[in-house]
């Protein structure tokens, strides 16, 4: 009995608490003009991917990092296999050529910025993608 109950509780938790479950929550909520407080602060970001080259888990923390450096952006997440960042920030808050620029600062190729040949060779050997 335990062993079901804890399986059904595994399962509605991962259905209740799902993100894209929450994004359409948000868009339902947002159309029926009833967001609640918490929630419109979640609706209210906006979100914008981008390629950006890398190789590893060090690529990733300095993609990461420059990304969130830029004021106004609350999440960003580099995936190594898409070489994709997906960056949230307010809506019209951020200039996403900032956010390009940052990521080219610290030796990273974004798809609207190259960084520098000088930024580039200091990376550490494994990251390299050149």
């Known amino acids: 009995m335990k062993t079901i109950v804890f399986s059904l509780s595994l399962f509605l938790g991962f259905f209740l608490f799902n993100p894209l479950q929450m994004n359409a929550q ?10 609640k407080v918490a929630e419109a602060k979640d609706c209210d970001l906006e979100k914008k991917s981008f390629a950006v080259q890398g190789n590893c888990g060090m690529c990733e923390t300095r993609i990461e ?14 995936d190594k296999s ?8 307010p809506k019209g808050k ?37």
């Not at 948000?26 to 967001?35: A, P, Q, T």
């Not at 898409?82 to 920030?89: G, H, P």
């Not at 030796?107 to 494994?126: F, I």
């Open 26 to 35: 948000c868009e339902k909520e947002s159309k029926d003009k009833s967001v």
């Open 65 to 78: 990092k420059a990304a969130k450096s830029v004021d106004g952006v609350k999440k960003a997440k580099w």
């Open 82 to 89: 898409s070489d994709k960042l997906t960056v949230y920030y």
């Open 94 to 130: 951020v200039n996403m050529m900032d956010v390009h620029k940052a990521i080219a600062n610290a030796g990273h190729d974004t798809s609207e910025k190259k960084a520098s040949d000088n930024t580039y060779a200091s990376l550490p050997g494994c990251c390299k993608y050149r």
